[in-house]
C-alpha cells in the first residue's frame, strides 16, 4: 500500500507541478484546445513573431533570428518637413544577416515623446505628409528594408485620427504603386485600452484601418507603473479589480469587436516590468494592488530605465532581483497572482514594487494568442531578455502554431478519405486547413445593438455602452479524430 501511496503521491505532484509550468503546457498545446473557427481560418499557418530592438544599438549577436520573422528597427527619426533618416547611416550589419535568416526588417518612425508630436504635425499638413511618404519610400529603397511601421502615439481627436487614416492610405498606395501591390509591409501600433487610437478620442470602426495595413501592432502592456494610482502588473492578463479594460484579453477583445481582423491583429509582449514605489501606510503583501506613493524608482543594474526593470535586470548575476527565473534573492520577494496571472515582487526595505512578465505568464498570453485566432506575437524588446530565456516561450509559441498546423491538415486528409478507399491519399494537396463540415464559428464579441454611430469621412465612429458576445466554439465531429491524433501524437 506504501508503494501505491507513493505512486499516487508522485503522480499528483507531478500534476502540480505540471500546473504552475505553463510554458510545458505550451509546448504540448494540442489540436483539441483551439476553437474550430481558428482552425478553419488558417490563421496558425501564417504566424509572424515581430521583434523590436533599437536601431542605433544593433547588438547582432543577441537577436534570436530562428525566432523571428520581422525584426523592427526603433526608431527611425522624421523632420517637420516629413524627411525620414535612420540614426545609423549603415543598415547593412543588421539588415543582410536578417535577410540570410528569412527574417523581414522594419524601419519605425514615430514612437513616444518627440517622435509621434512631429508626426502629428507632419500628417496635418498636406505638402508635409507627401514629403513623408515619399521619403519612407526612399528610406526603403536605400536601406534595402522590407516596409514601415508606422508608430503614432498616439491621436488625442478624432481630427488626429482621420489624420492618422489618410497618412495610411498614401503610405500603402506608394508602397504599392513603387514596389508592387503587397511587396511591402506597413503596421501601426495600436493603443493598448479599449480599441481606441488614442486615450482621450472615442472609438472608431477599426476595419478600414486594419483594410490598409498589413498588421496592427497592440502594444498590450504599459496599463500600470509609477504613474498609476495602485501598485498593478505591467501587463495583467486579466482586468485588474476596479479598472476595467486595462488587461491583456480585455485590450484584445475590444480591438476584435471594433472591427481589426484577427489574422491582422499581433498581441505585444513585455519583457520587463513596472516598478512603483508605495505608501508604507497601505503595506499588505496580501495583494499586489497597494497604494503608489507617486515617485519614480530608478532603473535596473543594467538597462537603467527609470520606473522600470527589463528581464535582463531581474536576472542580473550581482545585483538582480532573481536568481532564477522563478526565486527572488537580494531582499526580493517573489509572488504570484492569480486573479491578473502575473508574478510581482516587492523589496520591503525600499518599498518598491515590481510588476512583470516572466516564462509563465508569457506562456499563458501566447496560448491566448492561439486560441483568439490572432496572427502572431510582438516583443518589445528583444536586447531585454536574459540569455534567451524568455525567447524560449516563443519558440514554444511558434512551434504549438506549426504543430497544430499539422494536425489540423492531418485531420482534414483524414476525414476526405473514401470509406473504401483503402487509404492513398496521394492525390491530396496541401491547400491550407480545411474540412469538409466545419463547426460554428466563435461568436468573440458583438457591438451593443444599441450603439449610435457617427460618420466622418471614411470612419464610422461607434459609442458603445459595451459589448456583448463571448460564446464558447465547438469543435463538432473533429474534436473526436483531433483527439485522437493529439493522442498518437504525444
Given at each position: 500500500?506504501?508503494?501505491?501511496?507513493?505512486?499516487?503521491?508522485?503522480?499528483?505532484?507531478?500534476?502540480?507541478?505540471?500546473?504552475?509550468?505553463?510554458?510545458?503546457?505550451?509546448?504540448?498545446?494540442?489540436?483539441?484546445?483551439?476553437?474550430?473557427?481558428?482552425?478553419?481560418?488558417?490563421?496558425?499557418?501564417?504566424?509572424?513573431?515581430?521583434?523590436?530592438?533599437?536601431?542605433?544599438?544593433?547588438?547582432?549577436?543577441?537577436?534570436?533570428?530562428?525566432?523571428?520573422?520581422?525584426?523592427?528597427?526603433?526608431?527611425?527619426?522624421?523632420?517637420?518637413?516629413?524627411?525620414?533618416?535612420?540614426?545609423?547611416?549603415?543598415?547593412?550589419?543588421?539588415?543582410?544577416?536578417?535577410?540570410?535568416?528569412?527574417?523581414?526588417?522594419?524601419?519605425?518612425?514615430?514612437?513616444?515623446?518627440?517622435?509621434?508630436?512631429?508626426?502629428?504635425?507632419?500628417?496635418?499638413?498636406?505638402?508635409?505628409?507627401?514629403?513623408?511618404?515619399?521619403?519612407?519610400?526612399?528610406?526603403?529603397?536605400?536601406?534595402?528594408?522590407?516596409?514601415?511601421?508606422?508608430?503614432?502615439?498616439?491621436?488625442?481627436?478624432?481630427?488626429?485620427?482621420?489624420?492618422?487614416?489618410?497618412?495610411?492610405?498614401?503610405?500603402?498606395?506608394?508602397?504599392?504603386?513603387?514596389?508592387?501591390?503587397?511587396?511591402?509591409?506597413?503596421?501601426?501600433?495600436?493603443?493598448?485600452?479599449?480599441?481606441?487610437?488614442?486615450?482621450?478620442?472615442?472609438?472608431?470602426?477599426?476595419?478600414?484601418f486594419s483594410d490598409i495595413v498589413d498588421y496592427g501592432l497592440l502594444m498590450s502592456y504599459d496599463y500600470f507603473g509609477s504613474f498609476s494610482?495602485?501598485?498593478?502588473?505591467?501587463?495583467?492578463?486579466?482586468?485588474?479589480?476596479?479598472?476595467?479594460?486595462?488587461?491583456?484579453?480585455?485590450?484584445?477583445?475590444?480591438?476584435?469587436?471594433?472591427?481589426?481582423?484577427?489574422?491582422?491583429?499581433?498581441?505585444?509582449?513585455?519583457?520587463?516590468?513596472?516598478?512603483?514605489?508605495?505608501?508604507?501606510?497601505?503595506?499588505?503583501?496580501?495583494?499586489?494592488?497597494?497604494?503608489?506613493?507617486?515617485?519614480?524608482?530608478?532603473?535596473?543594474?543594467?538597462?537603467?530605465?527609470?520606473?522600470?526593470?527589463?528581464?535582463?535586470?531581474?536576472?542580473?548575476?550581482?545585483?538582480?532581483?532573481?536568481?532564477?527565473?522563478?526565486?527572488?534573492?537580494?531582499?526580493w520577494q517573489r509572488y504570484w497572482d492569480n486573479s491578473t496571472q502575473t508574478p510581482w515582487l516587492f523589496h520591503n526595505e525600499s518599498l518598491?514594487?515590481?510588476?512583470?512578465?516572466?516564462?509563465?505568464?508569457?506562456?499563458?498570453?501566447?496560448?491566448?494568442?492561439?486560441?483568439?485566432?490572432?496572427?502572431?506575437?510582438?516583443?518589445?524588446?528583444?536586447?531585454?531578455?536574459?540569455?534567451?530565456?524568455?525567447?524560449?516561450?516563443?519558440?514554444?509559441?511558434?512551434?504549438?502554431?506549426?504543430?497544430?498546423?499539422?494536425?489540423?491538415?492531418?485531420?482534414?486528409?483524414?476525414?476526405?478519405?473514401?470509406?473504401?478507399?483503402?487509404?492513398?491519399?496521394?492525390?491530396?494537396?496541401?491547400?491550407?486547413?480545411?474540412?469538409?463540415?466545419?463547426?460554428?464559428?466563435?461568436?468573440?464579441?458583438?457591438?451593443?445593438?444599441?450603439?449610435?454611430?457617427?460618420?466622418?469621412?471614411?470612419?464610422?465612429?461607434?459609442?458603445?455602452?459595451?459589448?456583448?458576445?463571448?460564446?464558447?466554439?465547438?469543435?463538432?465531429?473533429?474534436?473526436?479524430?483531433?483527439?485522437?491524433?493529439?493522442?498518437?501524437?504525444?
Amino acid at each position: 500500500m506504501q508503494f501505491f501511496r507513493l505512486v499516487y503521491a508522485l503522480f499528483f505532484a507531478q500534476i502540480a507541478l505540471g500546473a504552475q509550468n505553463m510554458a510545458s503546457r505550451l509546448a504540448n498545446l494540442g489540436l483539441e484546445d483551439v476553437p474550430s473557427n481558428v482552425l478553419s481560418s488558417g490563421v496558425l499557418n501564417d504566424t509572424v513573431v515581430f521583434g523590436y530592438t533599437y536601431e542605433s544599438v544593433m547588438n547582432v549577436s543577441k537577436i534570436p533570428w530562428d525566432s523571428l520573422t520581422h525584426l523592427v528597427l526603433a526608431f527611425f527619426q522624421i523632420s517637420d518637413s516629413g524627411v525620414v533618416t535612420p540614426k545609423n547611416s549603415n543598415l547593412s550589419p543588421i539588415v543582410d544577416p536578417a535577410h540570410k535568416n528569412g527574417v523581414k526588417v522594419i524601419a519605425s518612425i514615430g514612437g513616444s515623446g518627440d517622435g509621434s508630436a512631429i508626426m502629428a504635425r507632419v500628417i496635418a499638413d498636406s505638402t508635409a505628409r507627401a514629403g513623408m511618404t515619399s521619403s519612407i519610400v526612399d528610406t526603403i529603397r536605400k536601406y534595402n528594408l522590407d516596409g514601415v511601421d508606422y508608430d503614432y502615439e498616439f491621436p488625442e481627436t478624432i481630427k488626429q485620427v482621420q489624420q492618422l487614416y489618410t497618412a495610411l492610405k498614401d503610405i500603402r498606395s506608394a508602397l504599392d504603386s513603387t514596389f508592387g501591390k503587397g511587396k511591402k509591409i506597413l503596421t501601426t501600433t495600436l493603443f493598448s485600452s479599449k480599441g481606441q487610437f488614442g486615450p482621450n478620442v472615442p472609438k472608431v470602426d477599426a476595419k478600414p484601418f486594419s483594410d490598409i495595413v498589413d498588421y496592427g501592432l497592440l502594444m498590450s502592456y504599459d496599463y500600470f507603473g509609477s504613474f498609476s494610482e495602485i501598485s498593478a502588473p505591467n501587463s495583467p492578463f486579466y482586468d485588474v479589480p476596479g479598472y476595467p479594460g486595462l488587461s491583456f484579453t480585455s485590450s484584445i477583445s475590444a480591438w476584435l469587436s471594433a472591427g481589426w481582423d484577427p489574422k491582422k491583429l499581433v498581441a505585444g509582449l513585455a519583457y520587463y516590468g513596472r516598478t512603483a514605489i508605495v505608501n508604507a501606510a497601505g503595506i499588505t503583501r496580501k495583494t499586489q494592488f497597494m497604494p503608489n506613493s507617486g515617485a519614480t524608482p530608478p532603473g535596473g543594474p543594467v538597462d537603467k530605465i527609470a520606473g522600470a526593470w527589463t528581464w535582463s535586470d531581474l536576472r542580473d548575476p550581482q545585483n538582480g532581483a532573481l536568481s532564477a527565473p522563478s526565486e527572488a534573492r537580494n531582499g526580493w520577494q517573489r509572488y504570484w497572482d492569480n486573479s491578473t496571472q502575473t508574478p510581482w515582487l516587492f523589496h520591503n526595505e525600499s518599498l518598491t514594487y515590481i510588476g512583470y512578465d516572466d516564462l509563465d505568464s508569457l506562456a499563458i498570453k501566447a496560448n491566448h494568442i492561439i486560441t483568439k485566432g490572432l496572427v502572431g506575437a510582438m516583443v518589445w524588446m528583444i536586447q531585454y531578455d536574459y540569455g534567451r530565456e524568455l525567447e524560449s516561450v516563443i519558440q514554444h509559441y511558434s512551434d504549438a502554431c506549426s504543430r497544430i498546423t499539422k494536425l489540423a491538415y492531418d485531420s482534414r486528409e483524414l476525414n476526405s478519405l473514401d470509406p473504401e478507399d483503402e487509404g492513398d491519399i496521394s492525390g491530396l494537396e496541401n491547400d491550407g486547413i480545411g474540412y469538409s463540415e466545419r463547426a460554428d464559428e466563435d461568436d468573440n464579441s458583438s457591438l451593443d445593438e444599441e450603439s449610435s454611430t457617427h460618420r466622418i469621412n471614411d470612419i464610422e465612429l461607434l459609442y458603445t455602452s459595451g459589448s456583448k458576445g463571448n460564446g464558447k466554439s465547438r469543435l463538432g465531429y473533429i474534436a473526436l479524430v483531433a483527439s485522437t491524433l493529439a493522442f498518437l501524437y504525444y
